[in-house]
C-alpha cells in the first residue's frame, strides 16, 4: 500500500487526505443518524400518545418532555406549544421556523462528502496530467528508448486516477443513501408537525 501511494507521487497526499475525511463522515453519519432516528421515533410516540390519551394538563406534561428531550421533534413541538396562547398561525409560523434551524443539522457534513466526491476525480485527473508531462519530458529528453524512466510518469498517472475514482466512487453511493435518509427523516417531521398542529388547534 505504502509503495502505491510513493508510485502515485504528490497528489497521493490531498487523495489520503480526502479519503480519511471521507471514511470519517461516512461513520459520523452512520451513527448520528442512527441516534437522532431512534430518539425521533421515541419522542413522537410518546408525545402523540399524551395529546391522544385523556390526561388532564395533557399540553403541559408534552412541553415537559420536549424540555427533557434533545431531538429535532422535541425542539419543533416546544417552539409551537410556546406560541399556543398567540393562535393557530404563529402557531404554524413558529414549527416552521423551528423544522428550517432542523434540516441544516440534519444534513450536516454533506456538504463536504459531496465536495470530496466532487474533487476526487479532479485530483485524479491532475495526477495523471501529471504523470503525462513527466513522460513526455523523459520523451524530449531521451528518447522513446528509456522504457524505464517512461514507466515512471505513466504509473503517476494512472494510479492518481485509480485512486481517485475509488475514493469519488463509494463516497457518492453514501451520499446519496445519507441524503435520502435525511429526506426521509425530514418528511417524517414534517408530518408529525402536522398531526401535532391539528391536535393542538382542537385545544
Do not use: W
Request: glycine residues 8%; contains cysteine; proline residues 3%.
Amino acid at each position: 500500500m505504502l509503495q502505491f501511494l510513493i508510485k502515485g507521487g504528490p497528489i497521493m497526499v490531498p487523495l489520503v487526505f480526502c479519503s480519511i475525511l471521507a471514511l470519517a463522515i461516512i461513520i459520523e453519519k452512520f451513527m448520528s443518524l442512527k441516534i437522532i432516528e431512534s430518539k425521533a421515533d421515541k419522542f413522537m410516540e410518546r408525545a402523540l400518545g399524551i395529546l391522544n390519551s385523556d390526561e388532564e394538563r395533557k399540553i403541559d406534561k408534552v412541553l415537559a418532555l420536549c424540555e427533557m428531550t434533545s431531538s429535532p421533534p422535541a425542539r419543533i413541538l416546544q417552539a409551537g406549544i410556546e406560541k399556543k396562547e398567540i393562535g393557530r398561525a404563529e402557531i404554524k409560523e413558529a414549527v416552521e421556523d423551528a423544522g428550517a434551524i432542523e434540516v441544516p443539522h440534519l444534513g450536516r457534513y454533506l456538504v463536504i462528502l459531496s465536495t470530496i466526491v466532487t474533487i476526487s476525480p479532479l485530483l485524479g485527473l491532475l495526477g495523471t496530467v501529471r504523470g503525462m508531462i513527466i513522460a513526455f519530458n523523459v520523451i524530449g529528453v531521451a528518447g522513446v528508448g528509456e522504457a524505464g524512466a517512461l514507466a515512471g510518469g505513466i504509473s503517476e498517472a494512472l494510479y492518481t486516477t485509480a485512486f481517485g475514482l475509488s475514493i469519488a466512487i463509494p463516497a457518492l453511493v453514501f451520499y446519496n443513501y445519507f441524503t435520502h435518509r435525511t429526506d426521509r427523516l425530514v418528511r417524517k417531521l414534517e408530518n408529525f408537525s402536522g398531526e401535532f398542529l391539528e391536535l393542538l388547534a382542537r385545544r
